[in-house]
């Protein structure tokens, strides 16, 4: 006998994080790759194996991290099925985008949270770049089109109409790089879009 409970709400738009605990919840590299998984596909549901399956290795090792990134209110159950006196949970991202508050930078454990956040982010872009240009994955050579590396830093003083122009570009790209396309393959992505202190040169 199968019975089965199903939750209709879509996710949200966006989630502001207030909560340290949220922080720490995604700095761990497997937690954000479960978010990401989920974030392909934000209106279906994952079970623990069909996560396993995209991200590699077993099932078992991601129930202690569903759990936790549900608790801490990042991901929920979209719907339950009991087969056999077993209860399968289907989840699901609760927004497309997190925020993190900005009054929680003003130091701290939250504060410090972010930072690990950061280097977890960032310490894997590094380590799958090393590893690809290892492999020949990628080339350096900025000629060779689809296994080239594409790096680049910038800053200016930008206006509010400008600013708009490059949050919506890098929103479109975000949603370009995480489409999931039966023939494609596997590419990364990772951009930072800030405002900066002024430096010693007097900037306002």
């Given amino acids: 006998m199968n019975v089965q409970r199903i939750v209709n709400d879509d996710p949200a738009e966006a989630m502001v994080l207030g909560d340290v605990e949220q922080l720490r919840a995604l700095a761990d590299p497997l937690r954000l790759e479960i978010l990401d998984v989920m974030g392909q596909h934000p209106d279906r549901g994952w079970t623990a194996k069909e996560v396993a399956a995209r991200i590699g290795g077993s099932q078992t090792r991601l129930y202690r991290h569903l759990a936790l990134l549900e608790e801490r209110g990042l991901i929920r159950v979209s719907s339950t099925r009991v087969v056999s006196g077993i209860t399968e949970r289907r989840y699901q991202v609760a927004a497309l985008n997190f925020r993190i508050d900005r009054l929680m930078m003003a130091g701290g454990a939250a504060e410090a949270a972010v930072n690990q956040v950061l280097d977890v982010v960032f310490e894997k872009a590094r380590a799958e770049i090393l590893a690809g240009v290892r492999s020949g994955l990628i080339d350096v050579d900025p000629t060779r089109g ?26 479109e790209l975000d949603a370009l790089a995480s489409r999931d ?4 393959k596997e590419y990364g992505l990772v951009a930072g879009f800030y405002p900066r202190l002024a430096d010693e040169r007097g900037d306002d």
């Fill in 146 to 171: 689809p296994t080239r590396l594409v790096m680049t830093t910038a800053r200016g003083r930008l206006s509010a109409a400008t600013i708009h122009r490059i949050t919506a570009v890098l929103d």
């Fill in 181 to 184: 396309e039966p023939e494609g």
